[in-house]
């Protein structure tokens, strides 16, 4: 699963490409189908007959309160999915008096914003009018406790976003998806398997794809193989996604072919065109390109890639969505954080700008892999096009474009084009902070339509900055993030903690650049991400060029990403990171922008060594 409020790209992207080839092409949404069906009437029934099976003494607090409100729960779930899904909005006002909904140990988090007078203890973060707003969040609460009951009840590995992820992240053995795919069918895996047979039967398929983007969307998909190969024995089942991409590069592990016919790297359209040829009898196997396949005579899994010239992505044609139920996504609200709302509130077409990205050099990321080494283009006329398409198939105008980082030419050039052909869309994406995003260029891209933008600005530390090869300064973030402010654009800026050599002062010191971006209005949103080393990036690749020394990995010979890393400063980040998760959420609600960054730590860290004005100046200077 991945989220809820918007569908995952791929299977658009693929669908629209094999149908631009005359390949007849179906998409299904499962993971939308198996929420759906497990948070209704019919489903919590089930849940519930499962909990009845529980001993008193195994009752969490969650299954207490469910088992409390059973019948409320039964009464409320089908119209508050409505409400969540925009058939409904009128509820809000009955959600919102909170008499409504049931109530699970989820609520018990609303009284930490409760103030000192014992106030509204949601008008920080809605005022006065947000009415609907808060009815989303309730109602996002309600689901959550939901999913708490099914983790307690029914599938310990459960979540809505994060579904077992542990069985196949950077997991180096198979032992633990075999030893889950060979247990008894629990209730949410009797569901998936119902929806994944009566889908094969609506469409009579010869070949099914399954996209697997997270390690938390695996389990599934082998469970979805594995009840197809049961039943339909002949039908081809492939397996490809971004967790093949980043994590099965040296797949040797013969089982994942009990319930996958092939499995493929990287972009998928020159792939399946070639496999498609091979399953139709017009290419031989050993011309598939990027394909992993099972041998049948000795069992070893073999790695077929004839150079065969991807698809250019100006011709891999135009998404689609059809055949999925656009009106049936949820609309969540679970953490208050601005731009972390747009990734789970309303549904978003989401769209790519460029394959690939144009900087390819920072060190913590994958830069040796397709998806961000290979970078192209295509014209602002194509990109407005494909647009123009989209929004006439979807009836939607909001879009996300999806690139690791959307370049600052080809945004001036589609943002031109937007405005001379009056298309009003709204739109947000990922950029870097580079000095290309003038104000004029912000304005431009506001007048486009763009909402927000994200940017990496890691440790606010230019001597770290250097070192991940970003490509920018504190100040040039400085200037570049307030021009994007001024003209009415959200900012939101990724944040890091843990990068190689980074001592305490270093995390001391851009916790304060944080702390003085927020008060000059340069971001408006930001998160802190612990940092982590991959096989695939310059840290995993050339360690001793960081001063660091890489743990042996676990052998084995199935999933490959995350390597552990010996640090010599010996800084313990978990604790650090704890501070600094407290200060940018108190940042973004406008709280502790004057005291001293050293506050926000249980315990005692150097005062900083940046001036307090730091911002400041570098905003009174230009680029």
């Not at 590995?157 to 030893?179: I, K």
Request: glycine content about 8%; some cysteine; proline content about 5%.
């Amino acid at each position: 699963m991945t989220q809820l409020n918007t569908p995952y790209p791929s299977t658009a992207y693929l669908t629209g490409f094999l149908r631009s080839r005359g390949i007849t092409a179906v998409q299904e949404d499962l993971a939308l189908a198996l929420v759906l069906q497990l948070l209704s009437p019919e489903g919590l029934r089930a849940v519930a007959a499962k909990v009845d099976a529980l001993p008193a003494k195994k009752h969490s607090p969650a299954v207490q309160a469910f088992v409390a409100q059973r019948e409320r729960y039964f009464a409320t779930i089908a119209p508050t999915i409505a409400f969540l899904q925009g058939r409904d909005t009128t509820l809000a006002h009955r959600i919102v008096g909170r008499s409504f909904l049931p109530e699970g140990p989820r609520f018990e988090s609303l009284d930490v914003y409760v103030d000192d007078e014992g106030g509204d203890p949601l008008g920080w973060a809605f005022g006065a009018l947000g009415l609907h707003d808060r009815a989303k969040h309730l109602a996002t609460l309600y689901l959550n406790d939901l999913a708490d009951v099914l983790r307690d009840a029914v599938d310990p590995r459960f979540e809505f976003v994060r579904y077992a992820e542990s069985l196949a992240g950077s997991q180096p053995t198979f032992d633990p998806l075999a030893e889950a795919l060979a247990a008894p069918l629990n209730l949410v895996d009797e569901t998936l398997r119902t929806l994944a047979l009566a889908a094969v039967e609506r469409h009579a398929p010869t070949v099914v794809l399954l996209s697997v983007p997270f390690p938390g969307a695996v389990y599934a998909a082998f469970r979805i193989a594995q009840a197809i190969k049961a039943v339909h024995p002949h039908i081809v089942t492939v397996l490809g996604g971004g967790f093949v991409n980043t994590e099965l590069r040296e797949l040797a592990e013969p089982r994942v072919f009990d319930h996958f016919d092939y499995v493929a790297l990287d972009a998928g359209e020159r792939p399946l065109l070639a496999l498609l040829e091979h399953v139709q009898g017009q290419r031989g196997r050993q011309r598939l390109v990027r394909t992993f396949v099972r041998e049948a005579d000795t069992g070893a899994v073999r790695y077929i890639n004839m150079q065969e010239a991807d698809i250019a992505f100006a011709e891999v044609g135009t998404p689609t969505w059809d055949g999925l139920p656009l009106d049936k996504y949820l609309s969540l609200l679970d953490m208050l954080n601005p731009m972390h709302r747009l990734w789970s509130d309303g549904r978003w077409n989401k769209l790519t700008v460029a394959h690939g990205c144009y900087w390819k050099k920072c060190s913590f990321c994958d830069v040796s892999l397709d998806y961000i080494s290979r970078y192209e283009g295509a014209s602002a006329s194509t990109l407005a096009d494909r647009i123009d398409t989209i929004v006439r198939e979807t009836g939607q105008t909001g879009f996300h474009f999806v690139d690791e980082a959307a370049p600052p030419k080809a945004l001036k050039a589609l943002a031109t084009e937007l405005i001379a052909r009056n298309t009003g869309i709204s739109w947000w994406g990922n950029i870097r902070f580079e000095k290309t995003f003038t104000p004029e260029l912000a304005e431009l891209m506001a007048d486009s339509g763009c909402i927000a933008i994200s940017g990496g600005l890691e440790v606010a530390s230019d001597r770290l900055l250097n070192l991940m090869k970003k490509g920018v300064s504190v100040d040039q973030v400085a200037r570049v993030t307030r021009a994007f402010t001024d003209a009415g654009i959200l900012v939101h800026a990724y944040l890091m903690y843990g990068f190689p050599t980074q001592t305490v002062q270093d995390t001391v010191d851009a916790l304060e650049y944080v702390r003085q971006l927020f008060a000059n209005g340069c971001i408006q949103s930001g998160f802190f991400h612990r940092f982590a080393c991959t096989v695939h990036s310059p840290v995993g690749q050339s360690p001793e060029e960081y001063g660091v020394t890489l743990a042996p990995l676990p052998p084995g010979d199935f999933a490959k990403n995350d390597v552990a890393f010996i640090d010599p400063t010996g800084v313990d980040h978990d604790a650090l990171g704890a501070g600094l998760k407290k200060a940018i959420y108190n940042y973004m609600h406008g709280i502790g922008l004057e005291e001293d960054v050293r506050s926000w730590f249980p315990f005692k860290v150097p005062k900083t060594t940046v001036r307090r004005d730091r911002i400041e100046r570098a905003l009174q200077q230009r680029g």
